[in-house]
């Protein structure tokens, strides 16, 4: 499905709102544009109007007394009413003549010594006339104002209710708009929380937040302004066409012609704006990483003085995005305005040459209402054509931010399930398991081993040995290539990943904090943990002594990743987050390795207490933390070399006893 398509379904999911607001926006257009015809009735009928056949009449409403005698219009002439001589009122420059006969041809006028001079081609003509003094204009005009003031009336109402309209459809497009993006945000961020973990190995967070925000806000556009805009310029414009051909056929015939050159104009513009803005939005996506992971990493940065080799990195990406903006900027800047300067101008060459035709056609009479209605209808046409044209940029803009955003959401993820299962007892097999984080390339290779319930596993080896990978494979973070995982004999894979991680709970060796406070920090608001048992979690794990002189207590803010508080501390309020869900089955990843040995000591005193009936693993590089575990696994690349307990690998002189060796004599050294 293309993304125009795409687009169009989310906004058929709020189509009540819109099709209100085209509704509107019709009534709205049609009001507007009913005032140039009403302007040219003024002009022609009312005030042009005392040009028009008068006759001489004994009564009559809209008759006018001149020189003793009564003439009213013939428009206004009743059938009861009797007509006698005909006259007829004619302008010449700038003095009105009344003339007591019928014209026998109009054409070019000349007044000398009270006497009419009329021209036309070779013909001539000529009639004695009277020139009209300005209280005798004045009284010819007097029937024309009550209808004029009555017309003005109209034209007026028809404003007010177009403005009231528009604002009516306005603010239900932009409702609809913001409804749609709010809807879409929520399906993005629905499905950021769908994708596996190895998705965001491979794509920065700056660049997801991109499109969370500055994609969909570029959609956003799409909907608030480019959609109203192009739906009300082909309201405008189709009224106006209209409008024109109630006038006159032959010239919005000619008028026609701005339709076609349009659509080719926007074929051109889109071929390289979308072009340019795949660049600029891909650019924008690099820099919001760049900047993620120089803020996540500035202290690396400074204490290493990469800050010239960051900036470097940072202006080329900037430079990169600077220039297509430009080569899109100076795309605009060709088109869009003078496009509509150049179609402005044709039409009205257009416009000129035909009305100049038809003013040397004899037989044709042309109103000077008419030439009125025709310039403002042609003046308004062209301001939906800058609206449209103005807006493509935006629109290229938010088709490319669409594509983005519609590419992360066609992404293959797994539905959050809901699902409640019982608690686990705790068995976990790892039967034959191999798992590559890239097709091919195994970093565990037949892994075989069995954790009974109750029982505390120690994963040790060197870095890269697989101990994280393990784990990363029993929260289902991943699933393993060959082999399977199984607790209390189910197979993980046959649970869905967020059941099976109701029952577990982890410790990372670099503990991640959320804004809020360190209780909040604790039941991750989960309305089931209660105050009390929060309070028990951070008891449990001697928080007491190290939280004592907060002035808030547990009610202490804290910032993004727990800035304000020491590595001991984070990894305190991390532990007791484990331990207030109360899992079956326990993880701690390097749990102690960044904590201090006296709140190691704190630590370690407390999960005596809490290993009872929680079978727990334990990832370490501090081989005396685990002295006590039922059961060490020793890994070398991927692979198990040893299995059993402290005093029976110390036994066998392998890999364990030379870790061991090597860290008892580092410890004598140091000491």
């Not at 319930?453 to 870095?463: D, K, M, P």
Request: proline share 2%; charged share 20%.
């Amino acid at each position: 499905m293309t993304t125009g398509k795409r687009l169009t379904r989310y906004a058929f999911a709020y189509k009540k709102i819109i099709i209100a607001a085209l509704l509107m926006l019709t009534i709205s257009v049609g009001t507007d544009l009913a005032g140039p015809f009403i302007a040219k009735n003024i002009i022609d009928q009312h005030i042009l109007g005392i040009e028009s056949i008068w006759y001489e009449t004994t009564s009559g409403k809209q008759a006018v007394s001149y020189e003793g005698k009564l003439y009213t219009r013939e428009k206004y002439l009743s059938r009861s009413e009797q007509k006698g001589k005909q006259i007829q009122i004619l302008q010449v420059g700038s003095k009105f003549v009344f003339i007591d006969q019928k014209l026998e041809f109009d054409g070019k006028r000349s007044l000398k010594d009270g006497e009419l001079v009329i021209k036309k081609g070779p013909k001539k003509a000529e009639y004695q006339a009277k020139t009209l003094k300005g209280s005798d204009i004045l009284t010819f005009y007097q029937p024309e104002i009550p209808a004029i003031f009555q017309l003005l009336a109209i034209y007026f109402g028809l404003l007010v209710i177009s403005a009231i309209f528009q604002y009516g459809e306005r603010f239900l497009l932009q409702k609809s708009a913001n409804r749609i993006i709010q809807k879409m945000r929520e399906d993005v961020y629905g499905q950021i929380q769908r994708l596996p973990i190895n998705y965001f190995d491979n794509l920065p967070a700056g660049k997801v937040v991109a499109r969370i925000t500055n994609d969909t806000e570029a959609i956003r556009e799409l909907y608030v302004t480019v959609l109203a805009t192009f739906f009300t310029s082909a309201i405008y414009i189709t009224g106006i066409y209209v409008a024109l051909f109630i006038l006159n056929v032959k010239l919005a015939a000619i008028c026609l012609l701005l339709l076609p050159i349009l659509y080719v104009w926007m074929l051109i513009y889109r071929k390289y704006a979308s072009k340019y803005n795949r660049v600029i939005r891909s650019r924008n996506s690099d820099i919001n990483a760049l900047i993620n992971e120089s803020i996540q990493g500035m202290n690396i940065i400074q204490a290493f003085g990469r800050e010239k080799e960051t900036k470097a990195d940072f202006e080329k990406l900037n430079h990169e995005h600077f220039t297509y903006q430009n080569k899109l900027l100076s795309l605009n800047a060709l088109t869009s305005h003078n496009l509509v300067g150049v179609l402005r101008n044709l039409i009205f060459v257009a416009f000129i040459w035909y009305f100049g035709g038809q003013a040397l056609n004899t037989t044709t009479i042309l109103s000077l209402g008419m030439l009125y209605a025709f310039v403002d209808y042609i003046n308004r046409l062209f301001q939906p054509v800058q609206g449209i044209v103005n807006q493509l940029a935006n629109l290229e803009q938010a088709l490319v931010a669409g594509e983005r955003v519609f590419k992360l959401m066609d992404e293959p993820g797994e539905n959050v399930s809901s699902e409640r299962i019982k608690r686990f007892n705790g068995n976990v097999i790892f039967d034959h398991v191999s798992f590559g984080y890239k097709e091919g390339e195994y970093v565990l290779k037949n892994i075989d081993f069995e954790a009974k319930q109750g029982e505390t596993v120690a994963l040790v080896g060197h870095t890269g040995s697989g101990k994280s990978s393990i784990m990363n494979l029993l929260f289902r973070f991943y699933d393993c290539q060959k082999g399977k995982i199984t607790i209390d004999g189910n197979d993980i894979e046959s649970i869905p990943r967020q059941s099976i991680r109701n029952h577990m709970g982890i410790v990372l060796q670099d503990p991640y904090l959320f804004t809020g406070t360190i209780s909040s920090n604790v039941n991750l608001n989960n309305p089931s943990i209660t105050k009390e048992m929060v309070e028990k979690a951070l008891s449990d794990v001697g928080a007491e002594k190290v939280f004592k002189n907060l002035e808030n207590g547990y009610d202490e803010p804290v910032l993004e990743k727990g800035s304000t508080l020491s590595s001991g501390q984070r990894q305190l309020i991390s532990f007791a987050r484990a331990l207030a869900f109360d899992p079956a089955i326990l993880i701690l990843d390097e749990a102690t390795s960044s904590i201090d040995t006296e709140t190691e000591a704190l630590i370690q005193e407390a999960m005596e207490v809490l290993k009872k009936g929680r079978t727990t693993f334990i990832i370490a590089h501090r081989l005396s933390t685990i002295r006590n575990a039922d059961q060490i696994i020793v890994l070398d690349r991927g692979m198990i070399v040893e299995k059993g307990t402290h005093e029976e690998l110390m036994e066998k002189k392998g890999k364990y006893y030379q870790m061991h060796q090597i860290q008892q004599g580092s410890t004598d050294l140091a000491g």
